[in-house]
């Protein structure tokens, strides 16, 4: 996998239009984050191997974020140029964004030519928060969430659900794991 990663950030940061990914190309970096965080949470931190796979993890972090900055820079760009991107330079989850980009967009567009026509139409900004329910692995002390509502605090173990924003940075930070509700 870290080959491929290697491959398609290097694909994405040197072409100015968007390179396609593999379907499942979230998905399987996932999988790989999981896989080695797993593995170094298994070994002594004062080994070469935990010293070499928290390079890798840094690495693979880095690639991604470089490969998900360039394709969001891209999305935006076409949006903003009001081009149409064909389906299958986009994964499921782009392309998601990429509709509420252009419904945004357009928006917009219809925004301004509302006021250059002299009228003023309503818009309404007030964002709904989405919640993600989290299995905390730390203590956590109490947090205000992008809600501006007071969570908390936690203990290991806790299970608890949190706005969308807040719960990213506690993943990030190891400090929580999504629960995964079917």
């Known amino acids: 996998m870290y080959s491929e990663l290697y491959k398609i950030w290097k694909q994405e940061l040197e072409s100015k239009e968007l390179t396609r990914l593999p379907e499942d190309f979230y998905t399987r ?14 070994l002594d931190k004062r080994t070469v191997k935990a010293s070499l796979l928290s390079r890798e993890m840094h ?9 998900l900055n360039a394709r ?3 999305l935006i760009a076409y949006t903003v140029e009001g081009k149409k991107i064909t389906s299958n330079l986009l994964t499921r989850e782009e392309e998601k964004f990429y509709k509420n980009l252009f419904t945004i967009n357009e928006s917009f567009c219809n925004f301004v030519n509302d006021v250059l026509q002299g009228h003023l139409s309503s818009i309404d900004l007030k964002q709904k928060h989405r919640r993600i329910v989290l299995r905390f692995f730390k203590p956590v002390p109490a947090i205000v969430g992008a809600d501006m509502k007071t969570y908390g605090p936690f203990k290991a173990e806790d299970v608890a659900s949190v706005p969308d924003d807040n719960a990213k940075i506690l993943i990030n930070r190891d400090l929580a794991g999504k629960v995964e509700i079917s």
């Open 29 to 42: 970096i996932v999988d790989y984050f999981k896989k080695l965080r797993e593995e170094h949470r298994m």
């Open 59 to 67: 690495n693979v972090k880095f690639m991604t974020f470089k490969i």
């Open 72 to 74: 969001y820079t891209k």
